[in-house]
């Protein structure tokens, strides 16, 4: 049986559009047993049975956090498609933070057909999910983490997911992209087909055109057989690109112009084939950069980062490291056929103070050591085979601070120096040059001990 609840928010007044007639909606779509409507304040009394959808009507002024929050405690199984009405009042393009948590949602007035196709979307979704997670998900595929910069970028995984368009997800080594990728993927209509991840930076240039689009057979030597590419290999799904900065310049160009059509050609092909892959693209370097150093082709660089998604750096989201380190503990025990131990509260400490420079990556490698080499009730700090980060950053604090401060000196010297020897030693205009009034100039020369006389013109 398939039960519907609309739930009406606090001070909601029905408008004038085609909410008012949605229980009828509902009934003529034929996929429920039964539609029950009531306000948020006896929702929790009233509803007799679990719905498997609930559609919360609220005003958009009133933006209904409480309503959404109240609908996915109470129940967390069913899909949460909400409706804002009076979608006339100025709101200024603001989207709430409570709507990142909902499946769905739509402004009233809306079209019928648009909304039933939906509705049916998520009902779809609901029972793929029932049947159990995808075949290539393991424990480690989790989102682990409370922190607020860690939760908005969760928050916007689900927002990505309902959309086909390129996404570029940019963070540190290790911080965890291609498990965002895969959230994307999980969550979006395409989680039924493959998501094929592959690392750019392992492809060598004269084979990336072969291993994205495939082969036929005596397409060169040695083709004795046809291949398909990975992109026939994604198809309906979505191709995983990490390290998407270390493709060379013709790898760039072949990857594009698949972009601007979704048409690819087989190597010994006449004709091409049309895809229908999502791509996703992942890098640890400023793009932007790189292309302003010509690296990075920008048209590239505009078709891929359509939308974008930063994950933060372990070292910024410091209050999820005993979360994720317990997590992993629970995990490697299972694998390697331990019982779980604690981490005592030395190895916590230990755990907090480190900088984490290869982020989760090194957090997961260093519990799997701790797990594999010693088997016992309790981790101590002894069992974590980390540097002690006290000592060691402070040095390496001091060597920063050391560096920069030469690499400044060492540049408003020689700045000085070339303004003064382009300006024939003369203070006022090498002043006005470099944006300074002459005193402050003057100073500048004293400070470096420079002679101005040593830059004026020699006579013969």
Not at 150 to 165: N, T
Request: aromatic share 8%.
């Amino acid at each position: 049986m398939r039960n519907a609840l609309i739930i009406n928010g606090n001070g909601f007044i029905p408008c004038s559009h085609d909410c008012s007639s949605l229980v009828a909606l509902l009934q003529r779509a034929h996929p429920f047993d039964r539609v029950q409507e009531t306000a948020i304040a006896s929702a929790q009394t009233e509803v007799e049975v679990t719905p498997d959808l609930i559609l919360p009507r609220f005003q958009i002024e009133g933006w209904a956090t409480y309503e959404l929050e109240v609908c996915a405690r109470v129940w967390p199984t069913a899909r949460i498609f909400a409706l804002l009405c009076n979608r006339e009042v100025e709101y200024k393009g603001r989207i709430p933070r409570a709507l990142f948590d909902v499946d769905d949602f739509l402004f009233c007035p809306y079209d019928e057909d648009e909304f039933l196709l939906r509705m049916k979307r998520l009902l779809k979704r609901r029972k793929e999910s029932e049947s159990g997670p995808p075949t290539n998900s393991i424990d480690r595929d989790v989102l682990i983490g409370r922190s607020e910069v860690f939760l908005e970028a969760v928050r916007q995984v689900g927002l990505l997911a309902q959309s086909k368009a390129p996404v570029v997800i940019s963070g540190e080594t290790g911080s965890g992209k291609e498990l965002l990728a895969r959230a994307i993927h999980y969550r979006s209509q395409r989680r039924s087909r493959p998501f094929i991840p592959v690392n750019c930076g392992a492809l060598p240039d004269d084979l990336f055109e072969n291993e994205l689009f495939g082969h036929l057979k005596g397409a060169y030597t040695n083709a004795t057989s046809a291949e398909k590419g990975l992109i026939a290999e994604a198809e309906g799904g979505t191709l995983f690109l990490d390290e998407v900065d270390a493709l060379s310049a013709a790898a760039q160009i072949k990857l594009l112009r698949f972009l601007q059509s979704g048409e690819y050609r087989p190597l010994g092909s006449p004709r091409s084939s049309l895809a229908d892959v999502r791509i996703i693209a992942a890098t640890n370097t400023d793009l932007v950069r790189r292309v302003e150093l010509r690296l990075f082709r920008e048209d590239l660089l505009y078709r891929l980062n359509v939308l974008s998604l930063t994950i933060p750096a372990l070292r910024d989201r410091a209050t999820d490291i005993v979360e994720l380190a317990t997590h992993f503990v629970g995990v490697y025990a299972k694998e390697h056929g331990r019982l779980t131990p604690q981490l005592g509260n030395d190895a916590l400490s230990k755990l907090s103070q480190h900088s984490w420079p290869g982020n989760v990556r090194e957090l997961e490698g260093v519990i799997q050591r701790a797990i594999v080499l010693r088997d016992s009730e309790v981790l101590t700090a002894a069992d974590l085979d980390i540097a002690d980060s006290g000592d060691l950053d402070l040095a390496q604090g001091d060597l920063f601070r050391l560096g920069k401060s030469r690499a400044i000196v060492q540049f408003e010297r020689n700045f000085i120096a070339r303004l003064l020897a382009a300006h024939g030693g003369n203070i006022s205009r090498a002043a006005k040059a470099a944006g300074k009034d002459r005193r402050s100039f003057q100073r500048l020369i004293s400070k470096y001990s420079l002679d101005r006389k040593a830059f004026e013109p020699q006579l013969l």
